[in-house]
Nanobody, 126 residues
């Protein structure tokens, strides 16, 4: 399974970006898909997750109310709409996927996901 994330870039504070992630190379669709981010010198942080069916979406506290995760199951795509961006949102954003349903208590942990994309850089200028 390969995950390809794209859509990052440079944006001013208060602006918006939409990230996309395509899953390919498998005949089954991923049950759980998520976005994480990692800023320089910091640990990877949970941003949002969405299930194929039933439950969620789920958001990290730092993005709740500003980011929206969505998916197109027919295309094995997941999206992250990011609004009201802040300089603190600057990071490499990674999409992640898992073929089986992850326990609710574990959705926010990167180790729960089997597949990862290469990351796309998001830079928010002040």
């Amino acid at each position: 399974v390969q995950l390809q994330a794209y859509g990052g870039g440079l944006v001013q504070a208060g602006g918006s970006l939409r990230l996309s992630c395509a899953a390919s190379g498998s005949t089954f669709s991923m049950q759980d898909m998520a976005w994480f981010r990692q800023a320089p010198g910091k640990e990877r942080e949970f941003a949002a997750a969405i299930r194929k069916s039933g439950g969620g979406p789920y958001y990290g506290d730092s993005v709740k109310g500003r980011f929206t995760i969505s998916r197109d199951n027919s295309k094995n795509m997941v999206y992250l709409q990011m609004n009201s961006l802040e300089p603190e949102d600057t990071a490499v954003y990674y999409c992640a996927a898992h073929p089986n349903r992850i326990a609710l208590s574990a959705v926010r942990f990167s180790r729960s996901y089997a597949y990862w994309g290469q990351g796309t850089q998001v830079t928010v200028s002040s």
